[in-house]
Structures are given as structure tokens and as C-alpha cells.
């Protein structure tokens, strides 16, 4: 983040040759970096074709995780990889286990650029014919891969500043192919593996890689219907479609969108903070809580509806450690959402609506806003950096890092009942 931001400073970086502040510098970085997609300048008119490709550079890095592309660039140079180093990557990577590491790793890789590259492949023809061919290719390259990280960077300036898909919205390639790139770098390697393994033998699936595809597929088709039925009534049936497709996925952590959600009702716009902050699936390029997360939580609500002793999914117990984990997670993000919202909207003096929308897509690294982000002034700069950075490497892991676990032993405390609801 860093290393982008001293690169983003210099004059190279711009199309005007000037020099970028640090605080703007970093913002873009960082924003980057964990994939996010906020922005303080149009991606296509402020910086320079250098610039674009350090933004994509980090991009790349952030969407595949740095641990991974540290060991990608360790095995190129030939140099091995100890024991700590791979229990590092298997949990940075969620591998199923350390004997197929290295063989998930470079499925990591292979099934990276076979997806960017098709996606670029897909929206050449439409970019090429509106840009030229040199910048056409550029443009292709940049958008799918934004796409496939879950970045939502784009350089569609030329339509208007902070355009992003807006010019697409009725064009069925450049929306399809984003939903498929969105989707596929959301879905996570694990769940590719399975489906690469097994063909459609769901029955042979692991257990995550049948509640992330289920849940995938509950989570784009009610929150469609909900805009087909309560937010496009007055597009025409085909734009209807691809607005409400691209709306139900790109909240997903993408943070494209083919139209204004400024104009959204605010039933609509809290429907949108929900879905960015479930995220995608874990060992993927989306962010936020992740699908399991929200999976186990709702498993172990029903099992306390039933009286049950522990929470259960297609007939595989869930373990105690992962509810634990869950309603960690869950806490940690509604906390650091609602309080970066409110210091934000406290500061700026913006409707609440607006900066939980801002603070939950900085959260969940999504990049999707309600054009209020080149408006915030330092203080607020600061908050989305900090929020945009715990996103990406992971509230936990920060709170694991300033907290010494303490050593207990076979010590418990006594236990105690304690009412709740």
C-alpha cells in the first residue's frame, strides 16, 4: 500500500504531470490494494498510463492476496518453502490441506489468468470499437481483471467522470461478462477445485462448497426479484433484466454499477449495505463477512429454534470454533461499520444513510457509493483508509496480532446462566 502510494505521488503517475498529495495517494493505494474500488478521481482522467498500471499491479496483488503472490514469486525463483511459510498460505488461501498446497496454489494462478484473459477476450470487441484498438485492448484487460478481483475500478471517464458501468447498462456483453467475472472471482478456488474434481456431482461436494454454492444462488436471484418488481419499473424488459442481474451481483464486493444509487428508495439502498457486508466466499477476491460466516450464524440460530445441541448443515455438525468464529466476525464488522458511519456522517454532516452506505462498502471492500467519497475531507479520508485496510486483511487478524493470547491451561471458570432475548 505503501510502495503504490509513493508511485502514485510522483508526476508519472498523472495525465497532467503533477504531483499527487500522500493522503490522495494512499487513499487510491490502499483502495486498491484491498480491492476495493473507492475513488477520489476518475480512474480514466486523473492518472497516467503509469499510473493505471500500478493501480492494476495492486489490484492483482490484492485480489490473489499477497501471501500468495509471495509464494508464486518464491517458487519462480527457486527457493523452498519451509513448514511455517506453508501453514501461513494455507490459511491465506483457506487450502483444504498442506499436502496439496502447492497444487491448489498453482490452480490459484492458472484458473486466474484463464478467467481475466476470457473476460478481456469476451469485452474486447465493444471496448476496441468505441476506444480503438490499442486503448480497446487496455480498457478490456484493466475491466477484467478489476472484475475478476472484485476491485470495481474502471476507465469509462470518457463517458463522464465516475462513470463506472452507467453507458452499459442495456449492452447484455459487457454485463454478462462482468457477472460472470464478479461471480467466478467470488466463488472462491476451493469451490472451483470441487467442481473441477466432481463435474456436478453436487452430493460430492465439500460441505463449504455446497453452502457457498447454494447460498450464491439464493442471494443473486431474491435480491433480483426484489429490483425487478421494486426498484426498474420503468426501464423496458430487456435493460430491466441486466439492471437488476448486475445490481443483485456487483454489491457482492465488485463495486461496478450500471445506474445511480442515488435513486434508490431506501428500502433498496439498506438491501444493498446488507449484501455488501455478506460478502463473498472465503478463499476468494471478495470481501466482506463471507457467505459461511452469514451460513453458520442462521444454522445455529435454527438449531437453537429446535432445541437442538449443536448447529447442523447437509448432515455435517457444525463445529463449536466456527460458531465462535462467526459471531466474531459478525460483531467486528456491524461495530466497525456503524462507528465509522457515524464519525463520518458526524464530521461531514451527511445523511446517516449515505455514510453507512460509505462505511459498509469500505468494510467489505466493495467500492460502491453514493458519489459522496471525493467530497470527504482528511478526517474522513482517513476513517475509509482505516476501514478499507481492516477489511481486506481482516479485523480479526488485527485484533489477533495486538492481543497475546493468554495461556490458561486446563483451567475453566465456573459456569453461569445468563437470559437472553
Given at each position: 500500500m505503501l510502495s503504490g502510494a509513493?508511485?502514485?505521488?510522483?508526476?508519472?503517475?498523472?495525465?497532467?504531470?503533477?504531483?499527487?498529495?500522500?493522503?490522495?495517494?494512499?487513499?487510491?493505494?490502499?483502495?486498491?490494494?484491498?480491492v476495493t474500488g473507492l475513488v477520489l478521481y476518475d480512474t480514466a482522467s486523473r492518472w497516467s498510463?503509469?499510473?493505471?498500471?500500478?493501480?492494476?499491479?495492486?489490484?492483482?496483488?490484492?485480489?490473489?492476496?499477497?501471501?500468495?503472490?509471495?509464494?508464486?514469486?518464491?517458487?519462480?525463483?527457486?527457493?523452498k518453502i519451509g513448514l511455517q511459510a506453508r501453514?501461513?498460505?494455507?490459511?491465506?488461501?483457506?487450502?483444504?490441506?498442506?499436502?496439496?498446497?502447492?497444487?491448489?496454489?498453482?490452480?490459484?494462478?492458472?484458473?486466474?489468468?484463464?478467467?481475466?484473459?476470457?473476460g478481456a477476450v469476451l469485452m474486447s470487441p465493444v471496448f476496441i470499437e468505441e476506444y480503438g484498438v490499442i486503448k480497446g485492448l487496455w480498457v478490456s484487460v484493466f475491466?477484467?481483471?478489476?472484475?475478476?478481483?472484485?476491485?470495481?475500478?474502471?476507465l469509462n471517464g470518457a463517458h463522464g467522470p465516475f462513470s463506472s458501468m452507467v453507458p452499459y447498462v442495456d449492452n447484455p456483453v459487457i454485463v454478462l461478462t462482468l457477472v460472470f467475472l464478479i461471480l467466478t472471482g467470488g466463488l472462491g478456488f476451493l469451490t472451483w477445485m470441487?467442481?473441477?474434481?466432481?463435474?456436478?456431482?453436487?452430493?460430492?461436494?465439500?460441505?463449504?462448497?455446497?453452502?457457498?454454492?447454494?447460498?450464491?444462488?439464493?442471494?443473486?436471484?431474491?435480491?433480483?426479484?426484489?429490483?425487478?418488481?421494486?426498484?426498474?419499473?420503468?426501464?423496458p424488459c430487456g435493460q430491466r433484466f441486466l439492471a437488476s442481474l448486475f445490481q443483485s451481483v456487483t454489491p457482492r464486493t465488485a463495486g461496478f454499477n450500471t445506474t445511480d444509487y442515488n435513486d434508490f428508495s431506501g428500502t433498496g439502498s439498506v438491501l444493498t449495505v446488507i449484501l455488501m457486508l455478506i460478502?463473498?466466499?472465503?478463499?476468494?477476491?471478495?470481501?466482506?463477512?463471507?457467505?459461511?460466516?452469514?451460513?453458520?450464524?442462521?444454522?445455529?440460530?435454527?438449531?437453537?429454534?429446535?432445541?437442538?445441541?449443536?448447529?447442523?448443515?447437509?448432515?455435517?455438525?457444525?463445529?463449536?470454533?466456527?460458531?465462535?468464529?462467526?459471531?466474531?466476525?459478525?460483531?467486528?464488522?456491524?461495530?466497525?461499520?456503524?462507528?465509522?458511519?457515524?464519525?463520518?456522517?458526524?464530521?461531514?454532516?451527511?445523511p446517516f444513510i449515505k455514510t453507512i452506505f460509505e462505511s459498509a462498502s469500505a468494510v467489505a471492500t466493495v467500492g460502491?457509493?453514493?458519489?459522496?467519497?471525493?467530497?470527504?475531507?482528511?478526517?474522513?479520508?482517513?476513517?475509509?483508509?482505516?476501514?478499507?485496510?481492516?477489511?481486506?486483511?481482516g479485523g480479526l487478524t488485527l485484533v489477533f496480532a495486538a492481543i497475546t493470547r493468554k495461556a490458561t491451561g486446563n483451567r475453566q471458570f465456573p459456569s453461569d446462566n445468563i437470559a437472553v432475548g
Open positions: 509513493f508511485l502514485l505521488m510522483l508526476p508519472i503517475s498523472t495525465k497532467t504531470g503533477e504531483w499527487t498529495g500522500f493522503t490522495d495517494a494512499l487513499f487510491t493505494a490502499v483502495s486498491a490494494s484491498s498510463w503509469f499510473g493505471q498500471l500500478v493501480i492494476l499491479a495492486l489490484i492483482q496483488i490484492g485480489g490473489m492476496g499477497v501471501v500468495t503472490m509471495t509464494t508464486i514469486l518464491t517458487k519462480i525463483i527457486g527457493r501453514t501461513t498460505l494455507q490459511e491465506a488461501v483457506s487450502a483444504p490441506n498442506l499436502g496439496e498446497l502447492m497444487k491448489y496454489t498453482r490452480f490459484i494462478c492458472i484458473g486466474t489468468v484463464i478467467f481475466e484473459a476470457a475491466t477484467s481483471i478489476s472484475a475478476f478481483c472484485n476491485a470495481g475500478f474502471d470441487d467442481i473441477r474434481r466432481y463435474g456436478f456431482k453436487f452430493r460430492k461436494y465439500s460441505t463449504q462448497s455446497k453452502i457457498i454454492i447454494v447460498l450464491e444462488v439464493i442471494l443473486v436471484v431474491v435480491p433480483m426479484v426484489y429490483l425487478w418488481f421494486g426498484e426498474y419499473t420503468d426501464l460478502g463473498g466466499a472465503p478463499g476468494s477476491t471478495a470481501g466482506g463477512m463471507k457467505i459461511t460466516t452469514v451460513a453458520v450464524l442462521f444454522f445455529t440460530m435454527l438449531s437453537y429454534f429446535q432445541h437442538e445441541k449443536s448447529p447442523a448443515v447437509f448432515r455435517r455438525r457444525i463445529t463449536n470454533e466456527a460458531v465462535s468464529g462467526a459471531v466474531a466476525v459478525f460483531m467486528l464488522d456491524f461495530l466497525i461499520t456503524m462507528f465509522g458511519a457515524m464519525a463520518i456522517a458526524r464530521i461531514e454532516n451527511l460502491l457509493t453514493m458519489g459522496i467519497t471525493p467530497t470527504l475531507c482528511t478526517a474522513s479520508k482517513y476513517i475509509l483508509i482505516f476501514l478499507m485496510y481492516t477489511g481486506r486483511v
